[in-house]
């Protein structure tokens, strides 16, 4: 029996967790689950899985929650709230591993602490690869624990690495990784078109079905640039040795393509749950719900090169890397900021990476060699992208 906290549970990977869970129930125990603002699904899922603890992130919600669990069948649940909770949870002793799946740089800290107290950690909160790759990996690595990743890529290319292979280790023999692009619901509108994009349109991904957040990213493919600078983390590979290759079906997740002219890849239904299965059975396999995939129905896999001029994230996030530093981060704060701004209608689409570039721009880039400076470095950018926001 695995120990479980799920930071996240309420959102879109929370959700696939838990039924990944379901599905083999004699395998996990949940002892921990987290969640913003969603008290509702917070409690159904406090009642069907009966956790030691759950967390919310407001104090404020604390006793409202403690009252609906009182009321319910899981009045067992012990309730926390705030940041320093959710540190405190993916420390305890009596979990081994750690579900990563808070949204953005809010999960920073809690992925850190789990990293420190050598968690298993299955990683789906790229933003903290991001903003603090080097110090997370060396978290992972110092204190002997173990770093599996959920992103769909990431997971695929590490499913393609030898045996024994351990996240952060660069592999002889490797010439480069690929990571697949859906393209997101644009790739085929002509560049006009982008001008007056709607938050429904930006969040109607064609393959996958995700958080708000990521929708957008996938939309404008920095959640591809993101992707670029967490492989490089994760695989010790250099920008350059990354290529990101749009195949609009999203059937290959991932290629790692070896010197010898081997190349290895993934390929599933798009579903997070196999990614999730498989990092949380690693190193064996159980099931995850999702279908066989059928290969006469999906005859048809397609590859393009992705669009530069199109989509200007994936070139800032190329650019970021190359700097690296406190770069990722503050190209993560002000996307972050460009993102909520547009899906609260106050930035359109196509000025998010004008956004970011701008704040890139007047950004001052540090080394990221401690927890502060990525912190500050963080919060600096959104100072100056919120200033942005405003006067755009
Ligand atoms: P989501 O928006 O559906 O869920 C986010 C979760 O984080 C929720 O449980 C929410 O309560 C919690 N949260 C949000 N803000 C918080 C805060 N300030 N403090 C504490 N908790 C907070 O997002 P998602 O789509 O599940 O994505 C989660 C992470 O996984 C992201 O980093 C995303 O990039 C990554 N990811 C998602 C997918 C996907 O298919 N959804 C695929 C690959 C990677
Ligand atoms: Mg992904």
């Not at 009045?75 to 081994?96: I, K, M, N, Y």
């Not at 859906?182 to 109607?204: D, H, K, R, W, Y």
């Amino acid at each position: 029996m695995k120990n479980v906290c799920l930071l996240g549970s309420t959102g879109s990977i929370g959700l696939s967790t838990l039924d990944v869970i379901k599905l083999n129930p004699d395998e996990y125990s949940v002892v921990a689950l987290t969640a913003n603002k969603n008290l509702k699904r917070l409690l159904a899922q406090c009642v069907e899985f009966r956790p030691r603890y759950a967390v919310v992130s407001k104090h404020d919600d604390a006793d409202t929650f403690r009252q609906m669990l009182e009321s319910s069948d899981a009045a067992d649940t012990l309730v926390l709230s705030g940041a320093e909770s959710l540190e405190f949870v993916a420390q305890l002793p009596e979990v081994s591993i750690v579900v990563a799946a808070i949204v953005g740089a809010a999960g920073l800290l809690a992925t850190l602490a789990a990293a420190n107290a050598s968690k298993t950690l299955l990683l789906a909160n790229k933003e903290s690869l991001v903003i603090s790759g080097d110090l997370l990996m060396t978290a992972v690595k110092d204190n002997g624990g173990l770093l599996l990743p959920v992103d769909s890529e990431h997971n695929a290319l590490f499913q393609c690495m030898p045996d024994g292979y351990k996240a952060g280790q660069r592999i002889d023999g490797v010439r480069k990784l690929i990571l697949t692009a859906s393209g997101g619901p644009f790739l085929n509108a002509m560049p006009g078109e982008l001008e007056n994009v709607t938050v429904e349109q930006a969040c109607a991904h064609p393959n996958w079905s995700m958080g708000k957040k990521i929708s957008v990213d996938s939309a404008t493919m920095m959640n591809k640039g993101l992707e670029v600078i967490e492989a490089s983390y994760l695989f010790d590979m250099p920008a350059e040795l990354i290529q990101v290759l749009v195949h609009p079906q999203s059937i290959i997740h991932s290629m790692v393509d070896y010197v010898d002219g081997s190349v290895l890849a993934q390929l599933g239904n798009p579903d997070m749950k196999t990614p999730i299965a498989h990092a949380l059975a690693w190193p064996k396999r159980h099931r995850s719900g999702v279908a066989a995939l059928d290969f006469i129905t999906n005859n048809q896999l397609s590859f393009e090169a992705p669009s530069y001029d199109k989509f200007p994230c994936l070139r800032l996030a190329y650019e970021a890397l190359d700097i690296k530093g406190t770069a990722p981060a503050i190209l993560n704060a002000a996307n972050e900021i460009a993102v909520d701004a547009f899906l609260s209608k106050r930035l359109r689409f196509m000025e998010i990476p004008k956004l970011i570039e701008k704040v890139m721009v007047n950004s001052t880039i540090d080394s990221a060699d401690s927890i502060e400076s990525v912190i500050t470095a963080d919060a600096e950018a959104r100072i100056i992208a919120k200033q942005y926001v405003e006067n755009f």
